[in-house]
């Protein structure tokens, strides 16, 4: 499985990806809701990847919430990069990753698949995210992965 490493831009969150398909082959969405027309985000999950999401500094980090408030938006407070949205679920822990934040963005080709979520139930979307979103482990304590060795342009 295909590991790809991204994180905010001043490195404080950092995250490592593991997807079932060749980058070529992901298929990205394009969310239509006001956060991420706002972002201009590029996403994906997998349910048969991993992501592990790990921050030096958890204090800098806004876990933000709105509309259902059933998934928290990790923003980083210092350099404002928005890098993916974890949900707790009846499978555990699931994560969608915003792709522009990968190291490796420029290998995801095809073209994001517009999505609008809007008129789902609450439990629809749970469901849903239960599916369809990446199995995902947070560190909100520690350092889990090693801060890049430069600063990344
Ligand atoms: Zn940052």
Redesign the pocket.
Known sequence: MAEHRGG??????RLRLRLSQAPEDTRLRACFCSFCRAHATRTTSDPLGSVEIGATDWALVEAYRFGTGTAEFLI?R??G?YIGAVCETVSGTRAVTNINCLDDRAAFLRQPAATDHDGETTDDRLARRAANWTPASLDRQAVSLPAPATPRG
Do not use: D, K
């Open positions: 905010c831009h001043c490195g404080n969150l980083c210092r350099c990069v």
